[in-house]
C-alpha cells in the first residue's frame, strides 16, 4: 500500500469518526461510508495526494467507490505519478 492511500484511509476513517480502518475493497458507497456531502471533499483529497486533477464524468464513481479502485487509478498509474512528479 502506498503512503497516499494509507494517508486517504486514514483522512476518511477520522473523518467518519470509525474505531478502525476502512478495508481497502468495501465498496464506500453502498456501504453508507461515503455519502453526497463528503464525497466533493474526498475527490479533492485524493486529488491533493496524486496531483491530479480529477475530471467529473460517467467514469468517477467507478474509480473512486472503493480505496482500492482509488490507488489502481490515481497512486498506482504511472502516468498519474509521472504527472504528479511534474
Avoid: C, H
Avoid at 36 to 45: H, K, R, T
Amino acid at each position: 500500500m502506498s503512503a497516499q492511500l494509507e494517508e486517504l484511509r486514514t483522512w476518511l476513517t477520522e473523518k467518519k469518526k470509525l474505531n478502525q480502518p476502512i478495508p481497502l475493497d468495501v465498496d464506500l458507497i453502498e456501504t453508507g461510508i461515503m455519502d453526497s456531502l463528503l464525497f466533493a471533499e474526498y475527490v479533492m483529497m485524493i486529488e491533493e495526494l496524486s496531483g491530479i486533477e480529477i475530471e467529473v464524468d460517467d467514469d468517477l464513481l467507478d474509480q473512486v467507490k472503493s480505496l482500492q479502485q482509488v490507488y489502481k487509478y490515481y497512486f498506482d498509474n504511472p502516468q498519474a505519478n509521472a504527472s504528479a512528479m511534474a
